[in-house]
């Protein structure tokens, strides 16, 4: 199974920006991207195939966040800009064998990091 290793979350403040990186030990066909926030369900945030590289947005990130990726590393990075509070949870990295937006379509998880943006 792919292991999954996030780096670059933190605190910033509203309207600013982050990104974050996603290094996988192999190739998978797609890599995504969800949050939790605290009390929350699992969410959809955004993915990305590695065969054209088509990418999918959740609603409340599109037009802010975008999602890419680096071939030749096995990274996939997400952009995050005008962040708000409400962007707020720990975002986890994850790889599928299809295009998913469900959590339960993803084979590997990685540990997660955080992500906070003070008003």
């Known amino acids: 199974q792919v292991q999954l290793v996030e780096s670059g979350g933190g605190l910033v403040q509203a309207g600013g920006s982050l990104r974050l990186s996603c290094a996988a030990s192999?190739?998978?066909?797609?890599m995504g991207w969800f949050r939790q926030a605290p009390g929350k369900e699992r969410e959809f945030v955004a993915v990305?195939?590695?065969?054209?590289?088509?990418?999918w947005y959740g609603d409340s990130v599109k037009g802010r966040f975008t999602i890419s990726g680096d071939d030749a590393k096995n990274t996939v990075y997400l952009q995050m800009n005008s962040l708000k509070p409400e962007d707020t949870g720990v975002y986890y990295c994850?790889?599928?064998?299809?295009?998913?937006?469900?959590?339960?379509?993803?084979?590997?998880w990685g540990q997660g990091t955080q992500v906070t943006v003070s008003s």
């Open positions: 994850a790889a599928a064998r299809i295009v998913g937006t469900k959590v339960d379509e993803y084979d590997a």
């Open positions: 192999g190739r998978t066909y797609a």
């Open positions: 990305m195939n590695w065969i054209g590289y088509g990418t």
